[in-house]
């Protein structure tokens, strides 16, 4: 039986990426939540990953395959999953600085609270105008 140390190097590194990697989907299928993914580093991730492809298998088969296999899923699966639960972008019409969660002023001073009970722009009197929100 031959023993190939760069084979077996291959296998053991294969397997330490995709252990890195599995904690970083599971938490994505589970919470939906990928805020903190950048839709052009997946982009290019899938980029790279598909022209990479190119050069991976001219390659003979083995661990290299295999580990790029798991690279061109996981990236692309990323991506759709980045898609599919983005947050939408805020409506337009606003106004600047004041978030969507706040209800509309009835023109009283202190008559901005906030869905959560808070005060709006974090201002103890829900003083929206005194904030700069409005401004």
Request: proline share 5%.
């Amino acid at each position: 039986m031959d023993f190939d140390l760069a084979v077996l190097a291959g296998v053991i590194s294969s397997i330490v990426f995709v252990g890195s990697v599995l904690p970083m989907l599971i938490k994505a299928v589970r919470t939906r939540d990928l805020a903190s993914y950048s839709l052009g580093n997946l982009l290019l991730a899938n980029l790279g990953n598909v022209v990479h492809s190119v050069y991976v298998f001219s390659l003979p088969t083995g661990p290299i395959w295999a580990l790029h296999g798991f690279y061109l899923l996981t990236s692309a699966f990323m991506l759709a999953m980045y898609l599919r639960h983005r947050e939408p972008r805020p409506r337009a019409g606003l106004g600047r600085g004041v978030s969507s969660d706040v209800r509309p002023s009835d023109g009283r001073a202190g008559s901005g609270i906030a869905v959560d009970g808070r005060a709006a722009a974090g201002r103890p009197d829900g003083d929206l105008q005194g904030a700069g929100a409005l401004r």
